[in-house]
């Protein structure tokens, strides 16, 4: 598990939001109470990528949530330009040519993160999808291809970190989407876990969205967030 000095950097707010007026508007609520954000495909495609680079140039962290996946030179390419964005985070999905593509792209300062099954699917959604292996398994046996390709961490849900963190051992990140603070709705995540829960299960970021994005107060949920993970 890896080593973080503030504990602000463990929680990553995800800006699901549907413009950047809207984003700018949610970071000056939530003020100092948070440091790391998400930006997805809703708000990249709606100018996210230029406000990703404003925020690095402000100090603070940015988790590009891009999941990319396709040929291997239009990955490595991609990574290569998003390493100038300034973000400290970027995902692609773990299928193993994509990995190593997004390896070879990889800049200095940009952490690539693995998805191994995203966090609404269950075994039955799955199988649908053409696996034959159960989201455990599938989780398990991607994580090791990450770690074995070199990847700096794996986005995985809370359930599986434990088994992820017994197969890429000590030194890789492990962040988590589908958290959610006691009492909060599940949305469509079928695998949560509340963030103290996660914390003690040796996840090191964990993702937030729709508690912090749609609640009154952010900042206060934010920074019961941090203390929950603290």
Do not use: W
């Not at 997805?40 to 495609?45: A, D, P, S, V």
């Not at 989407?177 to 299960?201: C, F, H, N, S, Y």
């Not at 107060?217 to 019961?224: F, I």
């Amino acid at each position: 598990m890896t080593e973080i000095a503030d504990p602000r950097d463990r929680l990553i707010v995800a800006l699901d939001l549907p413009s950047v007026q809207a984003a700018e508007a949610l970071i000056d609520r939530i003020g100092d109470a948070a440091t790391f954000y998400k930006i997805g495909y809703q708000l990249g495609y709606a100018g996210g990528l230029a406000l990703a680079e404003r925020l690095a140039g402000r100090g603070l962290k940015v988790f590009l949530d891009l999941k990319l996946h396709d040929i291997g030179n239009t990955v490595e390419e991609g990574v290569r330009s998003a390493s100038g964005s300034g973000a400290t985070f970027l995902t692609v999905h773990a299928y193993p040519q994509t990995m190593r593509a997004a390896v070879r792209g990889r800049g200095a300062g940009l952490k690539i993160l693995a998805v191994t099954v995203l966090t609404s699917y269950d075994d039955a959604d799955a199988a649908e999808a053409g696996y034959g292996l159960p989201v455990a398994e599938l989780v398990a046996k991607r994580a090791a291809q990450a770690a074995a390709i070199g990847i700096d961490g794996l986005v995985c849900s809370a359930a599986e970190a434990g088994s992820v963190r017994r197969v890429v051992g000590p030194d890789r990140l492990i962040v988590t989407p589908g958290i959610r603070p006691a009492g909060a709705e599940a949305g469509d995540q079928k695998r949560v876990m509340t963030p103290g829960d996660a914390r003690r299960a040796g996840i090191d970021h964990v993702v937030v969205g729709r508690p912090i994005t749609g609640a009154a107060d952010p900042r206060t949920v934010a920074q019961a967030i941090v203390a929950d993970l603290a």
